[in-house]
């Protein structure tokens, strides 16, 4: 049997509940890690951590609330004691809006959930990353790096979250904490699914979500949960401040679809 890359070591997943957050947790519990599956749909985190079993915890939290967080991170320290790894994976993308017709109540909301719960996450879990020389994985895009139409607001946020993994890994770098960031392009998702059937052409949009991957197809979210456990883990060591496409090349050869 292989060695295991996180055996025992404490992960906090906000957003862990579906789409490429499920297929993290599933991913660092094969690697020996207990895992708190921190989402606001309950029943769905639940079900995710029946699947693992008794090395995973369901906790109800919105990470756009600071207070929210800091009860969750205070939940997994009573049940685990400690806290190795954070990964920032909870967001959304809507709205799909240039910036002149994003409404204030939208630019605030994906603000909120998209780079605020990072300060929240942080802030709460420092101390105790800190007693662990801990790593933060931060989920990011490659929108943040190179643009996207019609998703202004989103694209923002994750270019945030791109500087801030940098800033966060320079200020972390004396208590032993890495920071770094995955990029993913499109992957399929239950979400991305059900906006797919709801289109005039599903079959010709799977095509161009295919086609815009330079490999030739849309991956599902285990090849980005097999990278995030990689930064977590101590072979990636000596790696911080990496923003890391798992895009299967797409800003290569990316174009308006």
């Known amino acids: 049997m ?7 070591r404490v992960v906090f997943l906000t957003g862990g509940a579906k789409g490429i957050g499920r297929e993290s947790a599933l991913a660092f519990a094969r690697e020996g890690a207990l895992v708190a599956i921190v989402d606001r749909e309950l029943e769905a985190a639940q079900a995710t951590a029946a699947e693992i079993g008794t090395r995973a915890m369901a906790l109800e939290c919105d990470v756009g609330d600071g207070s929210s967080v800091t009860r969750a991170v205070a939940a997994v320290m009573a049940a685990w004691g400690r806290l190795d790894v954070v990964h920032n994976n909870a967001g959304i993308a809507m709205p799909a809006k240039p910036l ?7 630019w605030d909301t994906v603000f909120r959930i998209n780079l605020k719960s990072v300060h929240h996450t942080t802030r709460a879990a420092f101390p105790h990353l800190v007693a662990t020389r801990g790593t933060i994985v931060n989920t990011a895009s490659i929108v943040g790096l190179i643009g996207q139409d019609n998703h202004a607001a989103y694209a923002s946020t994750k270019g945030g979250m791109i500087a801030l993994t940098k800033a966060m890994a320079v200020d972390y770098a004396p208590y032993g904490i890495r920071v770094n960031a995955v990029c993913p392009a499109s992957v399929w998702t239950p979400m991305l699914r059900d906006w797919l059937a709801e289109l005039p052409d599903p079959a010709a949009m799977e095509r161009t979500m295919n086609e815009m991957h330079l490999l030739g197809y849309c991956p599902d979210g285990d090849v980005i949960a097999d990278a995030v456990v990689f930064l977590a883990s101590d072979r990636a060591r000596f790696i911080t401040g990496c923003i890391l496409p798992v895009s299967g090349g797409a800003e290569l050869g990316y174009r308006r679809s």
């Open 2 to 8: 292989m060695h295991q890359q996180l055996l025992d």
């Open 100 to 106: 002149h017709e994003t409404t204030d109540d939208e």
